[in-house]
Structure formats: structure tokens, C-alpha cells
């Protein structure tokens, strides 16, 4: 496994590596202006006395004339130690040389230029003009060296320097590590205090905050959960323990012990509902998807629905009006499932002789909406948005037990969300309306 990059180090040597090259250029820079410069000197002061050494010339008229000429040129380099001159008659008669230096220079700049011979225009005095440059050549290196020692001490600053900002930057990012650490299940809704942080951090501490409102809720929720789950096996096995433990306490007879079997089978039956709905449920959670297959008529599948429950509606002494229609591809089981988990929701809870009535209607988003409707008891606001919740009963007074296990709405909830759809609750004015919208996938009829 790769070991996770250290941003202190990264940022420094990133700092230096840039530091040096800016410097090093500013440097160089420097340092070529400064040799230029010297350069430019230098071609100057021999141009200069150049121009000396042709006014000396001139002023004498015959060979006569020559030690006149030594003597004042001898005049002329004391003092000027790094010059050093040669003069000829053509190329072969020395007329004059500058007395060598004990030690050849390492660094000469020459210019060699003639001069109109003043006893005879027929010949040219060839003249070489030395300059020792060492000096200047030295100061360069020096130069040079001390740039590139300044350029190495300020990305070393600079570096130390970022290392040293990069810390105290982190100093919030670890208070916000050891806020986190400090978490635990029963305070994992405490959302990190984000006040001292850096702006470029807000955002990080928000979504995290929103992370965590959202691992709260759904642990409490796993936590109701269980605890439901728990409260509704408990019932039938303690009755299915009851019952056993009471058929076996004394002698009876055949038909008695069917009986009790009997009884303990409707409640295994239950109890194999209630397995079977949390699976469900379990699975669609996990993102299972419905399994879309054409469906001509929506209408026809929820007569069918209605059908199933004629005997539950007349019992209530009610019925069931079917309106609209459309068509698709949806998992028919999985929508059958969802209708008859409303209409039975609806039959408990709608008035004796009304009307249920189950709507099949297009909605703005271009999906379809089917939901039942019946007139009964309002649902009070502050039950409606858990309406949807597993276990969750509006009234416990109204739980009917016995059938209902409070899987239902659950269940339709989760249809819906496999088909890419929510669930939707209304109740006022004595009419209470609960469905879902779903999206239509193929072509709609």
C-alpha cells in the first residue's frame, strides 16, 4: 500500500525547487548585466588609449624622434600596470615594448591597430594594446558564487519557511481530526465546530456536518428499527411459547392439539410475512431496481388488485372506484403489491358505505401517479412525514395488530423508489390520500 503523501514536504520542496529557479534567474541575469558592463569597460579604456598612443605618435616627425616617443610612452603606463604594448615598423623592427609581467595574466584583451609611420608614408607602425582582465574575470567569479550561494540559502529560507506556514495551516485540519476522533455511537450527530477553520475549509466542515446529520438519522432509525423488530417478534413467540407450553402441560387429545397447532401456524405465517417484508425491504435498500416488463393497462392491473379484496371491501361496506389509466414498463408483482398495500390501508380506515377511490393520472414530471383515496379520520400534520417510516403507526389505537405489522407503507415506499419514483401522503378535509409516482420506462400506451 502506497504511504499517503506528506502535503508539509510536498509543499516545501515544491517551494524551493520554484524559489531557486526565480532566484537563479534573477541571478543570472544579474550576473550577465554585471559581465557585459565590465565588458563594455574595458573596450572603452582601450579604445581610450588607443587613442593616446596615436596622439604620442604623432607628435614626432623622424626616426630621430624614437626615444622622445619611448619616454613619454614610458610615462604614460606608469601607473597602468595591466597595459601592456608592442610597437613595430611593419612586423619586424621593435620599436617599442612595454616590460613583460612576472607572471603571464590569465585573462588579456588585445587590440591590435596601425599608425601612419610620421617619417615615411610608404610604411605603418602595427601596434598590439594588452589589457589584464584578471581582475575583472575574478570579480565575476565571485560574483558568481556569491549568487549562487544566495540563491541556495533563499530557497533553503524559503522552503523552512513554507514547512513552518504549511503547520500552522494544519493546525486547524487537526483540531478537526481530533473533533472527529472523539466521535462515537452515541454522538455521532455532533457536528464538528467549524468556527475556527479557514474559509477554504467551510465548505469541507459543512458537507462533512451534513454527513453526519444524515449517519445520525439513519442510525437512529437502524436503532428504531431493531427495536421494532424486536417488539414485534416478541408478542407471537411469546404467544407460540404460551400456547405450547400449555398444550404440553397435561394429557390431550388429538383434535385438541390440532387446534393449538393450528393456531400456531397462522401465527408462523405471520411471522413468515413479517420475515419476507423486512427482506424485501432489506433488498431494496441495498438498490435493487424493478424489473420492467410492458404493462398495456394500469387500470386493468388495479381492477385486478380489487378484485383480490372484494371480500375485505364488503366486509367494510365499502367500494372501490378505479379512475384514469396509462400504460409502460413496470414490475407488475412489485405495483400489484403496492395497490393492494394502499387499498388495504384504505379499507381500514375508510367510513362504512364511501367510496375509495384509486387514481391512475399522469404527473408534470411525464411519470405516473397512482394513489388511493378515502374518506375517514384525519391523519394529524405531525404524523405525515413518517407515515412512510417501517414500524410507524399514526395510531396506536388504530394499529390493528393482529393484521397489520406497519410494513405496508414501507413497502410502497420502496416499490416506488425501485422505480424511480417517491411516495407522496395527503389528509385534510376528511379525505386522506396516499400513493407514488413512478417513471415510465418503454413507451406509454
Known sequence: MRNPRSLGRWLSWWLAVQTFIGLGFVCAVVYVATSLNFSARQAE?????????????REIATPEDLPSLRHKLDDFFIGHADLKLRLTEDTETLLYMTPPAPEPPANLRRVKFEIPSPWSGAVVLRAELALDSSSDAQLLRQLAWTLLASALAGAVLVSAGGAWLVRRALLPVRDLARQAAALSPENVGQPLDGAAQAEELQPLVTHFNALLARLDGAYQQLEGFNADVAHELRTPLATLIGETELALSRER??????????SNLEDLHRLAGLVNDMLFLSKADRGERARRTPVGSLAALAAEVVEFHDAALQEAGVSVRVRGDSGGAFDAALLRRAVSNLLANATRFAECGSTIELDIEPDKSGGVRLSV????????????PRLFDRFYRADRAREHGDTNHGLGLAIVAAIARMHEGTPFVRSTGGTTTVGFSISVAGERH
Open 45 to 57: 579604456e582601450l579604445r581610450h588609449k588607443q587613442d593616446v598612443i596615436r596622439h604620442l605618435v
Open 253 to 262: 387429545g388429538i383434535s385438541e392439539l390440532l387446534d393449538v397447532l393450528g
Open 373 to 384: 383515496s378515502n374518506v375517514g379520520p384525519v391523519i394529524p400534520a405531525e404524523h405525515l
